[in-house]
């Protein structure tokens, strides 16, 4: 079981016939993700022979009539995600998968707007992705890195999604669903919209959520921490980061004493959640 990414999924990509994204949808397919097509405006007709003869579109609308689509992951340059976005949600995308980064907020706020009056789920953008071991994956998180269980994994930060899954995995703890939330101050859907849908996933019991100092993402979510049954737990990187110095994502900015690893720790705690130190640490608060 996994939340977003199921067996029923149909994706698209947008932006298959470019560099980067041929090789990522290589990449997802040989992962055993359905791909249905790839979107490239001027490109409709082409046809993908490398991947089974995969259908090319103009727009994504068509691969929805056509194919079936459901789902999308976009490896577009980021001045055009916006519109990308909008075209997916108004095509009725079921699920949207942002991995562009320095996508300017406001576009951020437009597409995160329109998605959600849609019924869309989008997921960055400055995403990982999203991985269901032993189903699929959407993204660029890779795939040998995690196995299949039954905890729930959110992460800002792609590498250190994996790095921890490793832990996870060689303790026992396989994952059901990995979400990269993206590293921005605003993403489509938020840390606690994402708890909640671990907690009502009948097939995940516990769920890791690898944040970070900075921003606010992980003090709004102790309100849906305190709601839930199932166990979560944190571990926020950068806690040895020196004061004053600029690093890590745009949303890692500190303002007073919010966004202190102290100001999020305490919070989270009283709010039933553990907190790690450690990555290593992650499973104690687990088993």
């Known amino acids: 079981?996994?939340?977003?990414?199921?067996?029923?999924?149909?994706?698209?990509?947008?932006?298959?016939?470019g560099r980067?994204?041929?090789?990522?949808?290589?990449?997802?397919?040989?992962?055993?993700?359905?791909?249905?097509?790839?979107?490239?405006?001027?490109?409709?007709?082409?046809?993908?022979?490398?991947?089974?003869?995969?259908?090319?579109?103009?727009?994504?609308?068509?691969?929805?009539?056509?194919?079936?689509?459901?789902a999308t992951v976009l490896f577009v340059p980021a001045p055009l995600l916006r519109n990308a976005v909008l075209e997916s949600a108004a095509a009725g995308m079921n699920l949207i998968v942002a991995v562009p980064e320095h996508v300017p907020v406001h576009d951020t706020l437009q597409m995160r707007?329109?998605?959600r009056e849609r019924g869309t789920t989008l997921i960055g953008p400055n995403s990982a992705g999203l991985i269901s071991p032993g189903i699929g994956k959407l993204?660029?998180?890779?795939?040998?890195?995690?196995?299949?269980?039954?905890?729930?994994?959110?992460?800002?930060?792609?590498?250190?999604?994996?790095?921890?899954?490793?832990?996870?995995?060689?303790?026992?703890?396989?994952?059901?669903?990995?979400?990269?939330?993206?590293?921005?101050?605003?993403?489509?859907?938020?840390?606690?919209?994402?708890?909640?849908?671990?907690?009502?996933?009948?097939e995940t019991d516990a769920v890791v959520v690898v944040g970070e100092i900075g921003g606010t993402a992980e003090v709004g979510a102790a309100k849906?921490?305190?709601?839930m049954k199932k166990r979560v737990v944190f571990f926020m990187a950068g806690r040895s980061a020196p004061a004053g110095r600029t690093l890590g994502h745009?949303?890692?900015?500190?303002?007073?004493?919010?966004?202190?690893?102290?100001?999020?720790?305490?919070?989270?705690?009283?709010?039933?959640?553990?907190?790690?130190?450690s990555i290593d640490t992650i499973c104690d608060f687990l088993l």
């Open 20 to 70: 980067i994204g041929r090789k990522q949808t290589e990449w997802m397919l040989e992962y055993g993700t359905k791909i249905v097509a790839g979107v490239t405006p001027g490109h409709g007709g082409e046809v993908l022979k490398e991947f089974g003869d995969l259908p090319v579109y103009d727009c994504v609308a068509d691969a929805v009539t056509e194919r079936q689509a459901n």
């Open 250 to 277: 745009a949303g890692a900015i500190i303002r007073g004493q919010t966004g202190t690893i102290e100001y999020k720790t305490r919070c989270l705690e009283e709010a039933g959640a553990g907190v790690a130190s």
């Open 113 to 115: 707007c329109f998605a």
């Open 139 to 202: 993204g660029i998180l890779p795939g040998n890195m995690f196995t299949a269980g039954r905890v729930g994994l959110i992460s800002r930060s792609g590498t250190l999604a994996y790095e921890v899954a490793g832990y996870l995995g060689e303790k026992g703890c396989g994952q059901s669903t990995v979400v990269g939330l993206g590293g921005d101050p605003v993403t489509g859907t938020s840390l606690s919209e994402l708890l909640e849908m671990f907690e009502e996933d009948p």
């Open 1 to 17: 079981m996994s939340i977003l990414l199921t067996k029923e999924t149909r994706a698209v990509v947008q932006g298959a016939t």
């Open 224 to 227: 849906q921490v305190a709601r």
